[in-house]
């Protein structure tokens, strides 16, 4: 029997994860459907992603996935700080894998997709303002070298 080093636990034998077996069992399942749903995840929230901008929103997903590396190990030893039992700390973790179910099914897939498509970047500078810096030419590839511009040809009505 797993012993806990808190608290002793007032329900007794109550929702399982009391033995050794109960709590790899959980573990293996975990192992299964956790990653299983993670692919799913990241192939849905693919389908919402704008044509040519795969990097840029696959960077977000990665930091809210970071943040969720943070988060989820706080909450459970919270919990099991709190309760002096890590067992309640996986019922946490199922209705976290639950709750997500009725929310990725309230979303819109065929919306989603037609706004991806639609999606078009704009930056929040001025279309006269150079990341560069001043005096720069748009119009000039970035790595191009101050001596090889003299081969690029640009007519007076592409200048901005």
Known sequence: MVKSAGAPNPLGRFGGLTTQGEMFGLAVYFGFVL??????????????????????????????????????PFIVGLISDLTGNIRYSFFFLVVMLWAAIPVLKSVNVERGRRDA???????????????????????IPFNTRPDDRSNVSLSSSEFH
């Open 117 to 139: 498509q639609s999606y078009k970047y704009s930056s929040i500078m001025p279309h006269n303002n150079d990341p560069r810096g001043p005096g720069t030419d748009r119009n």
């Open 35 to 72: 990653g299983a749903f993670n692919g799913y995840a990241r192939a849905f929230y693919a389908e919402f992603l704008p044509p040519g901008e795969e990097a840029r929103w696959y960077g977000l997903y990665s930091i809210t996935d970071k943040s969720s590396s943070f988060f989820g």
